[in-house]
């Protein structure tokens, strides 16, 4: 019975997402029509998701942190899971560079004299750093400010622990506060067919056929890699490490995945990559520390995007990147996609201090920034798809050593 209930919102909104491409399709040149009357229903539901997100992400990583009972036990999952994060995300960029580069010959060669792109000033590395820490403790919630957010959660967690068996109530309470906002969350959820419907469809419209054609192969050089590293990196994550068939991961994933396309928000699409991976068999205690620290810091598509588009930029001004420029590249987008917002366009920002980094125009973001969200909807795909590898990675492997420990004793 339950089998059948996930089935029929998946479907449901795969249903939307053909539905939204098809009306796009009609819709076309009346993008007006589509986007003051369609989008605004969209954007009711995206601000409902933005209003759950902080109290999920907040007493998410707290219970879970508060369930493990042991600080030991938080930083070995925790350093498994920067450590994925990490080199999946170092990965990713390099296929990105490798994309880039093999897709060179193809790309147009484009004017670039007048272009202009006002980059809004990213902050540097330094600043990243001082920023992800509070100086305030409701502000961060009150600007959905989600490093922030997670770092207020793992103090509380982490107090909450040291304090231990007095505050017996308190963890009760809080338990029984992230069951609420759980359950607002499933309730908002059921609206996610005619929210993907009425996002989705205002982007076909307004982006036809026609600008995607001049960019045709950068696009495809992105979406080749972000299907590349989705196949075989997270195939051979869950399979070699997380124990469980590719298979069966693409599939219980689908949900997440159409939501993530659709709506280009990998923060927003947090709830359903919880409930996903839970359906899968990830442990609720890794999934509610693993998930929300992946929706805000793990972005491989955000990555493989920034590879390619520096290489795509530097070729239309007739640059060719050295090997230590690619590597600064690989550093510095690995970086980048940590300090990157959850939120739709948020990478497009990140790629000017990728840019700076190697010293390329950071004007050429204007080439790109037509089809921004094209990109980003595949980007965010493989954002939130790689959280929930790591998710089921982590659970496996926390479960082995769990069992270990156990026949030890
Ligand atoms: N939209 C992306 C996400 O939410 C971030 C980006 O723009 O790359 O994951």
């Given at each position: ?25 009609l819709l076309q040149g009346q993008a007006d029509f589509a986007n003051n009357f369609i989008k605004p229903f969209g954007t009711i539901f995206l601000n409902l998701v933005k209003f ?309 125009p950071v004007d050429g973001i204007a080439l790109v920034a037509g089809v921004d969200r094209i990109f980003d909807m595949g980007r965010t795909t493989v954002n939130i798809t790689g ?23």
């Open positions: 019975m339950k089998e059948k209930k996930k089935l029929s919102l998946a479907m449901q909104i795969f249903i939307a997402m053909l539905l939204a491409i098809v009306m796009g399709l759950i997100v902080v109290p999920i992400v907040l007493f998410s990583i707290m219970c879970g942190i508060i369930s493990m009972k042991d600080i030991r036990k938080v930083g070995s999952i925790g350093l498994k899971t920067v450590v994925f994060y990490l080199c999946t995300t170092a990965f990713a960029v390099t296929i990105g560079l490798l994309g880039g580069n093999l897709f060179k010959g193809m790309f147009p060669v484009i004017a670039t004299t007048d272009l202009t792109y006002e980059a809004s000033a990213s902050a540097s590395f330094m600043d990243t750093l001082v920023n992800i820490f509070p100086s305030n403790f409701v502000k961060p919630m009150v600007e959905a400010n989600m490093l922030q957010v997670i770092v207020m959660a793992v103090l509380l967690g982490f107090s909450i622990i040291l304090v231990g068996e007095k505050n017996a109530k308190v963890v009760s309470a809080f338990n029984d506060l992230n069951d609420i906002f759980m359950k607002c969350m499933e309730l908002i959820l059921k609206l996610s067919p005619i929210g993907v419907f009425c996002l989705l469809c205002p982007i076909i419209a307004a982006n036809g056929a026609a600008i995607i054609g001049s960019l045709a192969m950068v696009l495809l050089a992105a979406y080749i890699c972000y299907i590349l590293h989705a196949v075989v990196v997270y195939s051979l994550s869950v399979k070699a490490m997380g124990g469980m068939s590719p298979v069966k991961f693409f599939k219980g994933m689908m949900p997440a995945i159409i939501f993530a396309f659709s709506s280009a928000s990998s923060v927003g699409t947090l709830p359903i990559n919880l409930s996903c991976t839970e359906k899968l068999g990830a442990k609720k205690e890794i999934t509610s520390f693993v998930l929300p620290l992946g929706a805000t810091i793990n972005m491989d598509g955000t990555a493989i995007y920034q590879g390619v588009c520096a290489i795509f930029i530097a070729s239309c001004y007739g640059i060719q990147l050295t090997l230590p420029q690619m590597l600064t590249i690989v550093l510095t987008a690995t970086l980048a996609s940590i300090g990157t917002a959850g939120v739709p366009g948020a990478g497009m920002v990140m790629l000017a201090m990728v840019l700076t980094s190697v010293g390329l959280d929930a590898a790591c998710a089921i990675v982590v659970s496996n492997m926390e479960e082995k050593r769990e069992k270990k420990l156990a026949e030890k004793k």
